[in-house]
């Protein structure tokens, strides 16, 4: 195979490593070969690296990052409205929708994504990523969440045996007892999930809270184990205290979400101390806020990438509905999660002070509302809840990159490391929502997006 080097220049890199030292690296150049990181090297180099007729590109001195991870999406999830999935006529615009996820996600600078909750028809569309036929970042999937009767999600109807065929399977797998759940595991597993996902809820946050069902506890024991036992490991979806609590004892490696109501200080203590990482998601919670229905509504309008027309006159009638106070069973309980926000903030500000694992998602995908492509909000929102800017971008490179076993070749501009970047104009430090100015995205070196100047 034919070497391919280019040498990026006139940049400041934030390369994240995790070396102390300098947080933005000037005068530095970045040399990429077959899709890696082949060396980091001062700027007085470029001279002879040119004169040996690589190809330069200069990045006018903008912010040079790595390719940010999202732990937490839903890539099928279709903005057609979560209850309408299993409608028929919903089929084509949902695998429609699922290409403009996948795009965002690139444009928004996200090059790899944990996908925790949708059908295993994701492993078509990351062969066809794969294959170069349409742009999306790298999935880690944990395909259909593993559930039971009467339980979360509730705001999806299981699909018909028509869905199941062209979809893959449900987007929740509903079971009963510890041999269904460790069944159910490795069913997943060999259908080539990465990780397990399942979920604790006891009541719904839909209008109206009805309760929900919950599996056994030796149930979710089980699944964690048996997930361990195969060297993956598993995600609880869980915004209570208890379940909090029961979480930590089964050892599952990441809780999603945040508890609607204030932790104690020995749960924060508890937590703290597990090593369990904690994604809090606060932006799914956040967009039903009135001031920030109005940013979405700007984003949905100004941009057209985002949604298939049919999403974006469902999510913006969904929008006014909420502008116009209206609450339905087939709208999540908005109030709620407006007067519960302070509690989440400051959940999340007390896990942080205590030394809590604390990583990046941001839950696009799954509500109604919650869109692909808007990872800064999310960053804006952990800065609210008192964490510094470097250590936001860390959760979503670095530390994720941890947290999915993907440390070796992701979340770093490294020798050696796979070469996803994002070029962002304005110093993300200074200013988490620069992080959306994203001017160049590239994965395993191939340059996928680049926003065309004026
Ligand atoms: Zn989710």
Redesign the pocket.
Known sequence: MKKTVSVLHNMNLIDMSAIDGEKIKKNKIVVLENGRIQSILDADKLDGLKQRGHATLDLGGNYLMPGLIDA???CMNPFTSLHDVAKFSNLIPTQKQIEKNLHSCIRAGVTTVRD??STPIIARFMGMIERGRIIGPRIVPSFSIISCPGGYPDMISSFSWLHRVILKGQLAERIIGREQAVNAVHSMLNKGAAWIKTVYQEQSYMFGHPKLNVLADDSYAAIVRTAHERKTKAAL?CLSNVGYRKAIAWQFDTI??IPLEDFSTEDVNMIAKSKTTIIP?LI?PVLYREDMLQTLECIITSTDFRLIPMAQKNVIEIIEQIKAGKQSDTLIDYHLLRQTFNAMTNNVRRLHEDGANIGFGT?A??TDICLFGIPWLEMVLMAEAGMGSYEILETATRKNAEILDLEQDLGSIEQGKIADMVLVEGNPLEDLRNVGKVMKVWKAGRLLHETKPG
């Open positions: 937490h999406v839903h925790l909750g979806h999603e979400h998601t799914a839950d995908g799954g």
